[in-house]
């Protein structure tokens, strides 16, 4: 089982960018999908976005297409979602979690083991 740990949130203004970190170990990070998740006070967790194993295949939520970017360095075990031209809506708390089939999906069910989620917060 891969172990997970989001680092890189905090406090932004709205039209801001900030970069997020998943630190996976435990076992091989390179044999795995990634995917990024979010959930607001009072809401349901919602997929962000995704990306395979060889990190040549992505997938976006419609609401973050355009602004954040997944990728992933299988080296250094880590994936990552650089978010830009950030908007209050933008405001929760970021998970990321593994998938281990090769295909991509915005269903939390399909996903393994989760961090411990990082606090992502937009000021208007």
């Known amino acids: 089982q891969l172990q997970l740990v989001e680092s890189g949130g905090g406090l932004v203004q709205a039209g801001g960018s900030l970069r997020l970190s998943c630190v996976a170990s435990g076992r091989t990070f390179s044999s795995y999908g990634m995917g990024w998740f979010r959930q607001a006070p009072g809401e349901e967790r919602e997929f962000v976005a995704a990306?395979?194993?060889?990190?040549?295949?992505?997938y976006y939520a419609d609401s973050v297409k355009g602004r954040f970017t997944v990728a992933r360095d299988n080296a250094k075990n880590t994936a990552y979602l650089q978010m830009n031209s950030l908007k209050s809506e933008d405001t929760a708390v970021y998970y990321c979690a593994y998938r281990s089939t090769s295909d991509l999906t915005s269903w939390s069910g399909g996903y393994g083991s989760w961090g411990q989620g990082t606090q992502v917060t937009v000021s208007s």
């Open positions: 990306i395979n194993w060889s990190g040549d295949t992505t």
